[in-house]
């Protein structure tokens, strides 16, 4: 089946994700930033899919909108609100911000200018019945070694909550 | 027009991938519909049973033997006033219900009630199903915090606690049933909830029994895994009457609340379905290669249109035993009715075409209401988890069981 409104979705997903992106840090109130930031994840979770990766599209809000945002919000909820809103909400390092905001703007530009020589004309359209599969080829065939020091490095970030949180072991 | 009705009754395809809007359509409402009766009833079925296990009558007096009794609580939801807490949140507040509401009702997007009978069918089905009801959790967390009030606070903590654990038990069960899709050297392996079911119809097995007692294991340790993730009884700590009133829906009433109440059943519900399609052969009918060829095909194709007329017959059985007093005639009359309705249903299913075409769906929906009974029993009889032990279960014991069971599927299937 043919993609329908491609133009419209994407779009309408990078909007979505720009403006909630926006919303996490103009919010006074911690929890409704939380909450943007889960809609800021689900509009990539939808770009994702529009890429034809959906095996990352459903990885992303299992992980990211089901599982750790629910863990944020769950500290968040502990925290007194009133005394969190009274807070400075921004610190005032205009020159770090303008410096950093700028070179992010002319490598935008950039990107922009010499975007054709750069990037491929058209989009490799992956097969997306095999995403899944190419993926796990991928992790366990070519970067096996990345891999497994990613899973190492949670296993010792594991280890370290355990012997922060427990006196007696 | 009529071509292009009929053109995809005549695909073997589901009606997503057919890219029929209109059966789409008609798919999304019937599912909708199908699972607001389903609801509706399970609501009845459930003070029913309760009662008769704790010998009592339950509900009686609206309808006969209490069949509309859910119609008049829905009615009385719907007329009732909704209140707001005045310090409460409104956006989240409003929010809320929806969000469960709507992460409950998506997942039957993807849920196979027979080869074609699924709106649609994705690469990542189970994935999607597990996804998107992990998003119901947001709802309770928010509905929990937007209250602004203390008993819903902590329901809406532990339920969080509770989801995201248990949800590890049940997705290190899940994998293990997506792996045994690929073992024994019959075809890849697939995510797909069609594809799950066609890989147990090929590999002649439902995956409750292969690798005895591995896949009963995985399936063991899943059925409780989604009795937690579903927040009922025994693990209804969010919402133990006793300790915190209604959890975290404490300070929702009339419509809201009745969005959440939607939303528990219709989860069950999807779950139970998840349950059912990787483990109990999904759409198949009982024994389909042991029983196999035209004589039995017939007799399983039977069932369901003589279930329908049994159930009628015991409608007419009440309708005998009704008491002959003049206050019960339109009683009566009712219950007679009732059980015309599920006699001409039952006629219905004997007709050869729609016989073949929706036995499916009738397997489908008996095995999971097979599973929504259970959910009813687990209530009826076992008391109460205390918190510490609910998380003792989840992390000290499913956690290390899924991983056992995982790694041992993958070594026996790699053997054989």
């Known amino acids: 089946m043919a993609p329908v409104a491609t133009t419209f979705f994407f779009y309408f997903l990078s909007g979505l994700t720009v403006l909630s992106g926006a919303l996490v840090i103009t919010r006074k109130n911690p929890v409704h930033s939380a909450l943007a930031l889960i809609l800021a994840l689900l509009g990539q979770a939808g770009l994702y899919l529009m890429l034809y990766a959906p095996f990352v599209a459903g990885v992303q809000i299992i992980l990211y909108a089901g599982g750790i945002m629910v863990l944020f919000l769950f500290v968040i909820m502990l925290v007194n609100i009133e005394r969190s809103q009274k807070e400075e909400q921004f610190n005032k390092q205009w020159l770090v911000g303008i410096l950093a905001a700028v070179a992010l703007g002319v490598l935008f530009v950039l990107v922009y200018a010499k975007g054709k020589s750069l990037f491929p004309e058209h ?47 | 027009m009529l071509d292009y009705i009929t053109s995809y009754l005549k695909s073997d395809t589901t009606p997503g991938q057919a890219g029929n809007f209109l059966w789409v359509f ?131 903590l532990r339920s969080s606690a509770q989801m995201v654990s248990y949800e590890i038990a049940m997705g290190l069960a899940v994998v293990s049933a997506v792996l045994m899709t690929s073992l024994n050297r019959e075809g890849t392996g697939t995510l797909s909830m069609i594809g799950i079911v066609q890989a147990q ?53 009339g419509f809201r609340w009745s969005l959440f109440f939607l939303a528990e059943y219709s989860a069950m519900i999807a779950v139970s379905s998840i349950a059912v399609t990787l483990w109990l052969g999904g759409w198949m009918r009982p024994f389909p290669h042991w029983l196999s060829g035209e004589t039995w095909d017939l007799v399983f194709s039977l069932i369901p249109g003589v279930t329908f007329i049994l159930l009628a017959v015991i409608a007419f059985v009440g309708v005998i035993r009704m008491p002959k007093h003049p206050y019960f005639r339109v009683q009566t009359i009712g219950l007679a009715g009732f059980g015309a309705v599920l006699g001409l249903i039952g006629l219905l299913l004997f007709v050869p075409p729609v016989r073949d075409r929706l036995q499916d769906i009738f397997w489908f929906s008996a095995k999971v209401a ?13 008391p109460r988890y205390r918190f510490d032990q609910l998380m003792k279960v989840g992390w000290k014991v499913l956690l290390p069981l899924g991983i056992g069971v995982l790694i041992l599927t993958a070594l026996v299937g790699i053997w054989l």
């Open chain 2, 201 to 253: 119809q090929a590999q002649h097995i439902w995956f409750v029994f292969k690798f005895f007692p591995l896949g009963l294991m995985a399936f063991v340790i899943f059925a409780i895994a989604m009795v937690a993730e579903t927040n009922r009884a025994p693990f209804d700590l969010p919402e133990a009457e006793s300790e915190l009133t209604a959890g975290f829906h404490t300070e929702y009433s």
């Open chain 1, 123 to 169: 989009a490799v359209q992956l097969p997306e019945q095999s995403n899944t599969q190419q993926i796990a080829v991928l992790l366990y065939g070519n970067y096996m070694f990345a891999f497994e020091i990613a899973s190492l490095l949670l296993l010792v970030a594991i280890i370290g909550a355990v012997v922060m949180a427990k006196k007696r072991i």
């Open chain 2, 370 to 382: 097979g599973s929504m009974y259970m959910y009813i029993w687990y209530r009826g009889t076992f």
């Open chain 2, 26 to 156: 008609i798919y999304i409402l019937l599912i909708f519909l199908g699972l607001s009766v389903a609801v509706i009833a399970m609501n009845w079925l459930e003070r029913k049973i309760l009662a008769h296990m704790q010998v009592r009558l339950g509900p009686m007096r609206v309808g006969p033997h209490g069949l509309l009794q859910p119609i008049a609580d829905a009615l009385k939801l719907l007329i009732k006033e909704d209140i707001m807490p005045a310090e409460a949140d409104p956006f989240v507040f409003w929010i809320a219900p929806l969000i469960v509401v709507i992460t409950a009702f998506t997942v039957f997007i993807v849920v196979p009630f027979g080869p074609t009978h699924a709106v649609t069918d994705m690469n990542i089905g189970v994935l999607f199903m597990l996804g998107v009801s992990s998003l119901s959790v947001l709802g309770v967390v928010m509905a929990g915090w937007s209250s602004n009030s203390h008993y819903p606070l902590i329901g809406a």
